[in-house]
């Protein structure tokens, strides 16, 4: 039986109303496990929108996501919610990591709502941090430079070992030196760990990492 | 250590330290009144009934039972209307009665009130059940012009024994003239009691009575001699109340001839009052002040509810992020909810023990003041079940303050709330 792709989306449509412009309309998308596949497209076109869908954190108006096999949208709330917790990652232009909690503490919080013993937590928050070059992990996240702020994030995206990564413009506030760093940081991590990624990004400079390229535009139903 | 739910919620709490602290201070201000309040109303009925003693009945000539306790026992006034002698006469020698105990009011001293008695006031009546009167020093009278003073008089006026005196005829704020002619010593002074005995100054009953023919007879007189206790008539012997103890049997409060008794004295046309029942009256009126107080401490603990309601309400503007975060990483809505709304509830549960310290430290120190300013002993009375029912009233309260910011919290769109800031 062969493996599911990390991601699939099927017919996968949403607008916020009815009487609103479409905003996604993608008719397939696949990606594997492990793939690492990079999502072009000017901004306000929706590549954050389906990041969201993606993650079940928001109602397509039809189609299907499967994530690991499974369609994410079919689940309840709170199982759906658990399954984003342990089979999906995500990284954030501007980090979000939580102040007032340490950077082991905002990779605990990952932790906090998967499956992994409670008394594991915080050595494999500490290991993982340790692994990615974070140099005081027990500093308040906001006291972090940018830099470290950033492996941070990445350390709390792939903490439950995801089968997925989500990347929403992970570079847009770097300059071109940082952003080149923060990419090789995202693509080792989820290379290691496993983790297809899927990064949205409106910079061409990207485009050379990632040996599977598509644009939104490319995908969408509507332009076929 | 893992980070738990109470580690986001306790972080949430100090990293909003002002206004947890002043929320918290509200409800335990509205905790604190409230404990106060209750332990107060059950601790100032006792405290009311020391004063009354073990007599059974209070025989005056007031117009009502309740102004006769509380002129006779609490000196809020001078009686008005006295009992002559005869009838005074009449009343100790009844074989029911097992003390009578003659006392007149109507002077005072330095503002303080003065009852003019016998000696067996301080052998036979005790100003609470089982709790004799006890001398700080000296003794108690033995010559006319001889008084003993309260504890509290005492301290307000620093006299000491073998100290002199004049009274005063009327009661404070109404005096008409100092006994200049007739020097009072002190001979004893009390122990505090924590009744209102403590801030009267007891002057021997004879001495009194010789005062009030000096002034008889100097109305008739102008020039009229010094006047002794043998210058004394049976008109001039009037007293404005007894305390009356009927017989009963040894080791007994309660007589079988008290109701009897009352009733021929009533006969007779005395206001005869049972200061415990009169006490438990004046306390049904006072109860309503007391509905109304509780009532305002139920208030300000609605509106400290209110209080922790806004400032959850205004934090969550600034806890989006921080929610929409937990979301991505697995939190349910419902978990949010229920962080939202513990957060709320331990903000009650804070507020609550501080009250609880507040009122504790709060009630000494309004017994303190009683027993001070106006020498009434208050002992404030915290039963467990209380405490208990009111912390969980004000966790309960606390935790329905919350249900709006949690709903707020529970539909928080995480899209929109993880938007880069432009």
């Known amino acids: ?224 | 250590m893992s980070i738990t739910d109470f580690t986001i919620i306790r972080r949430s709490l100090t990293s909003r330290m002002f206004s947890t602290v002043t929320t918290a201070f509200t409800v335990a201000i509205a905790v604190g009144m409230l404990l106060v309040l209750l332990a107060m109303m059950d601790a100032g009925k006792q405290a009311f009934r020391r004063g009354s003693g073990d007599m059974h009945l209070l025989v005056t000539k007031e117009p009502s039972a309740l102004v006769s306790v509380l002129n006779g026992i609490f000196y809020a006034g001078a009686p008005a209307a006295p009992i002559s002698y005869a009838q005074l006469q009449r009343i100790q020698s009844d074989p029911r009665v097992a003390m009578a105990i003659p006392n007149q009011q109507g002077d005072s001293y330095a503002g303080l009130p003065v009852l003019a008695t016998t000696a067996a006031f301080f052998a036979d009546f005790a100003p609470t059940p089982g709790e004799p009167w006890r001398f700080a020093a000296g003794r108690t009278f033995e010559q006319p012009f001889e008084v003993v003073l309260g504890a509290k008089a005492a301290d307000i006026t620093g006299l000491r024994l073998g100290d002199t005196l004049e009274l005063s005829h009327g009661r404070a704020g109404t005096e008409t003239h100092t006994h200049n002619e007739f020097h009072y010593t002190v001979v004893g002074i009390l122990e505090s009691t924590g009744s209102p005995h403590d801030r009267t100054v007891f002057a021997d009953l004879v001495g009194a009575w010789t005062v009030h023919a000096h002034d008889r007879r100097v109305r008739n007189d102008p020039d009229a001699a010094h006047t002794t206790p043998g210058g004394i008539t049976d008109d001039d012997r009037k007293v404005t109340g007894v305390y009356v103890r009927a017989a009963s049997r040894r080791g007994s409060n309660a007589s079988a001839a008290l109701g009897p008794l009352a009733y021929q004295l009533r006969q007779e046309g005395f206001m005869v009052a049972e200061p415990t029942k009169e006490i438990d009256k004046l306390f049904k009126i006072v109860g309503n002040i007391n509905v109304i107080f509780i009532a305002m401490a139920a208030v300000v603990m609605v509106s400290s509810a209110v209080s922790i309601m806004v400032a959850l309400y205004n934090s969550m503007e600034q806890r989006k992020r921080q929610i929409a975060v937990l979301r991505v990483l697995g939190a349910s809505r419902g978990r949010v909810f229920g962080l939202v709304l513990t957060e709320s509830a331990m903000l009650g549960l804070l507020g609550a023990i501080g009250g609880v310290l507040l009122a504790l430290v709060g009630g000494f120190a309004v017994a303190e003041a009683l027993r001070k300013t106006l020498g009434i002993v208050v002992t404030p009375i915290y039963p467990p079940e209380w405490i208990m029912l009111v912390v969980v009233s004000a966790v309960t309260l606390a935790a329905l303050a919350g249900i709006v910011p949690a709903m707020m919290a529970y539909r928080i769109s995480v899209a929109k709330s993880l938007r880069p800031a432009a």
């Open chain 1, 1 to 224: 039986m062969p493996e599911s792709p990390a991601l699939h989306i099927e017919k996968l449509r949403f607008q916020y109303s009815p009487r609103d412009p479409v905003v996604i309309d993608i008719d397939s998308l696949d990606v594997a496990a492990g793939e690492q596949v990079l999502l072009t497209g000017t901004s306000g076109r929706g590549k954050s929108t389906l990041l969201y869908l993606v993650a079940g954190l928001m109602e397509p108006t039809g189609g299907r996501v499967l994530v690991n096999g499974q369609d994410i949208h079919a689940m309840s709330g709170h199982t759906r919610d658990r399954f984003r917790g342990t089979s999906i990652g995500m990284i954030f232009q501007t980090f979000n990591l939580l102040p007032g909690f340490s950077a082991a503490e905002n990779v605990m919080l990952a932790l906090m709502f998967s499956d992994v013993p409670r008394r594991e937590h915080r050595d494999r928050a500490l290991a993982l941090l340790e692994t990615l070059g974070v140099e005081r992990p027990n500093a308040a996240a906001d006291e972090l430079s940018i830099g470290q702020q950033q492996r941070v994030a990445v350390a709390r995206a792939i903490a439950c070992r995801p089968a997925l990564v989500l990347a929403d413009e992970p570079t847009a506030s770097l300059d071109p030196d940082n952003a080149a760093a923060a990419m090789d940081l995202i693509q080792t991590a989820c290379t290691e760990s496993g983790a297809a990624l899927l990064c949205v990004s409106h910079d061409p400079a990207m485009a050379d990492r990632f040996a599977r390229r598509a644009s939104l535009h490319e995908l969408s139903a509507s332009t076929a």
